[in-house]
């Protein structure tokens, strides 16, 4: 892509699957964005470009030291704040948001006193580089030996939630402090994965949850001068929400948003860097998203109608994303009839998630 007449230059640090979107949205604006991989030849950036990630932690090479010390790094200090479930957690606590009773783990000793203090059941989880399910234990006191020495200190603990199902807000902060909320998403984790949204305007059980949302992420988004995306990840118990995580970035559970809202996430990433002019998001139509995991391309998904396929390009791997399908339509029939069409057209595995959105969309 060209230089920009318009914008300065924007770099993603990252080049996966989310800077490949990011550069796509703004295409059509003219935004230049650049996704860099880790390893690339150091270059000089121009002072005026705006420096982005797709990830919260980086490896030390001459190009991510030259972009993270780069002037217009946004929210440079947020994201190893946030990457760290210790320093996430504080923050949360400091801010007066609920979120699962939670402890540092130090020694053998301290897991006992979690599992008197905190619950019989806990989550035991790696401060940093766990995700997707990776680096997580669910723990008793049967099974605690699987905490080993080596963890202690890397991990911390919180209580088992036996939450009614699970959310998501994605929203952004501009410049100027301004902010814009998407509708909360319903999600599908299986095996610590995200493999489902739904989005629809007839969702009474979450429209009494979406004030609750944005007074949660809110006073997060200022207290860290965040500029740009954002997703928060909640339980739902009854009506309270607790957080469960955050992510500083364009997130999984924000892509339908490429099909069923006015503005796309990614470009509202950046239109919230640059602080361009932006209307209030808006639902167009019911909208499902389908993480592709672990599966081999199959051309026939092109046949499934009111769908957008989104393919990354990845080595195949099981367990790995590799890419996602948004079905919208005004419709909420036809949208379960696209779902229906796809469903011989998926593994087993993907059957359950299936028959759960189109429940979620009746």
């Known amino acids: 892509m060209m230089p920009s007449a318009l914008y300065p ?5 990252g080049n996966g699957q989310l800077g490949r979107m990011l550069r796509y949205a703004g295409a059509p604006l003219d935004i230049d964005v650049r996704p860099l991989g ?7 950036i121009p002072q ?3 420096v982005t990630a797709e990830i919260e932690r980086w490896p030390h090479t001459a190009l991510t030291d030259a972009l993270s010390a780069h002037p217009h790094f946004a929210n440079k200090d947020v994201f190893a704040r946030l990457a760290d479930r210790l320093t996430q957690k504080q923050l949360l606590d400091e801010l007066g948001i609920a979120t699962s009773p939670w402890c540092v783990l130090e020694s ?3 897991l006992t006193e979690a599992f008197d203090n905190i619950g019989e059941k806990l989550v035991v989880k790696r401060r940093t580089g766990g995700y997707d399910g990776r680096g997580q234990w669910i723990v008793n006191a049967d099974n605690r030996a699987q905490i080993s020495d080596e963890l202690l200190g890397e991990v911390i603990a919180e209580q088992f939630i036996p939450f009614d199902y699970e959310i998501s807000l994605v929203g952004a902060r501009f410049r100027d402090g301004s902010m814009r909320f998407y509708p909360i998403t319903r999600n599908l984790q299986q095996e610590g994965i995200l493999r489902y949204s ?3 305007c007839e969702q009474p059980h979450l429209s009494t949850l979406q004030a609750q949302a944005e007074k949660m992420l809110a006073p997060i988004l200022t207290a860290l001068e965040y500029v740009g995306v954002m997703a928060m990840e909640c339980f739902v118990i009854g009506e309270q929400l ?3 995580e955050l992510a500083p970035r364009v997130h999984n559970s924000g892509h339908w948003t490429q099909l069923g809202a006015n503005i796309s996430q990614f470009e509202l990433h950046l239109r919230a860097l640059l602080d361009l002019p932006t209307p209030a998001l808006a639902l167009t139509m019911p909208s499902v ?3 592709l995991i672990g599966s081999e391309h199959n051309a026939e998904w092109l046949r499934v109608p009111h769908s957008q396929l989104h393919w990354y390009g990845k080595a195949v791997r099981p367990g790995r994303k590799l890419g996602h399908i948004n079905i919208a339509h005004p419709d909420k029939s036809a949208v379960i009839t696209a779902l229906e069409a796809l469903s011989p057209l ?12 189109i429940e979620n969309l009746r």
Not at 9 to 13: R, S
Not at 38 to 44: G, I, K, S, T
Not at 346 to 357: D, I, P, V
Request: avoid cysteine; glycine fraction near 2%.
């Open 242 to 244: 607790l957080v469960n």
């Open 9 to 13: 230059p924007i770099f993603v640090l």
């Open 289 to 291: 998203m389908v993480n």
């Open 346 to 357: 998926l593994e087993a595995n993907y059957q359950s998630g299936l028959a759960w959105a």
């Open 198 to 200: 739904v989005v629809h």
């Open 48 to 50: 005026s470009a705006i």
């Open 108 to 110: 053998q000793a301290e």
């Open 38 to 44: 880790f390893d690339e030849p150091h270059f000089d």
